[in-house]
T-cell receptor, first 113, second 114 residues
Framework: TQLLEQSPQFLSIQEGENLTVYCNSSSVFSSLQWYRQEPGEGPVLLVTVVTGGEVKKLKRLTFQFGDARKDSSLHITAAQPGDTGLYLCAGVGPQGGSEKLVFGKGTKLTVNP | DSGVTQTPKHLITATGQRVTLRCSPRSGDLSVYWYQQSLDQGLQFLIQYYNGEERAKGNILERFSAQQFPDLHSELNLSSLELGDSALYFC?????????????FGSGTRLTVV
């Protein structure tokens, strides 16, 4: 069974601070996805990383896929209250096109004004 | 609005009862996935349907069943409900059975068993 461990589990910071959250596994994934979930809503896809070492930027969010495709990180610069939410990473099996995503339990981020 | 519609949004029922959750996928999507989200377990995959056929099964209890209809909407049936079944149930859809491009999730059904 492929497991994804996310850390930290909870993070509370002030507006304007930078932060990094991590997603780690002992398994190799053909790709990894990051989602953000707000209270009362379903997860929303932010990005997919496919190539080991790949870095993708989405405004103030920077996503990195580890060289060995076993881990990923999400860095937020100058966090804003609107960034508050549950950040989930999800891995696709090494064969790619696997029928389901394996989700981590998430990092709950609170950005205080 | 993600395009994935789930009803009802909230459901409160008693132990031992049976409920049906409904999902309409995003237009053009053929795959439907059901997930259960609880505080301690996170998002757990239950089952996937692709174009009317069961494609993959996850941690779905025998008391639970699902189906996808010809119009591609899906229903998740939960029976002999227990207190521990209280959770958020999400439906997601994708164009085909590949996961590489991500899923589109609905807003979920919050089930409370009392």
């Amino acid at each position: 069974t492929q497991l994804l461990e996310q850390s930290p589990q909870f993070l509370s910071i002030q507006e304007g601070e930078n932060l990094t959250v991590y997603c780690n596994s002992s398994s190799v994934f053909s790709s990894l996805q990051w989602y953000r979930q707000e209270p009362g809503e379903g997860p929303v896809l932010l990005v997919t990383v496919v190539t080991g070492g790949e870095v993708k930027k989405l405004k103030r969010l920077t996503f990195q896929f580890g060289d060995a495709r076993k881990d990923s990180s999400l860095h937020i610069t100058a966090a804003q209250p609107g960034d508050t939410g549950l950040y989930l990473c999800a891995g696709v099996g090494p064969q790619g096109g696997s029928e389901k995503l394996v989700f981590g339990k998430g990092t709950k981020l609170t950005v205080n004004p | 609005d993600s395009g994935v519609t789930q009803t009802p949004k909230h459901l409160i029922t008693a132990t031992g009862q049976r409920v049906t959750l409904r999902c309409s996928p995003r237009s053009g999507d053929l795959s439907v996935y059901w997930y259960q989200q609880s505080l301690d377990q996170g998002l757990q995959f239950l089952i996937q349907y692709y174009n009317g056929e069961e494609r993959a099964k996850g941690n779905i209890l025998e008391r639970f069943s699902a189906q996808q209809f010809p119009d591609l909407h899906s229903e998740l049936n939960l029976s002999s409900l227990e207190l521990g079944d209280s959770a958020l149930y999400f439906c997601a859809s994708s164009v085909d059975f590949r996961t590489d491009y991500g899923y589109t999730f609905g807003s979920g059904t919050r089930l409370t068993v009392v």
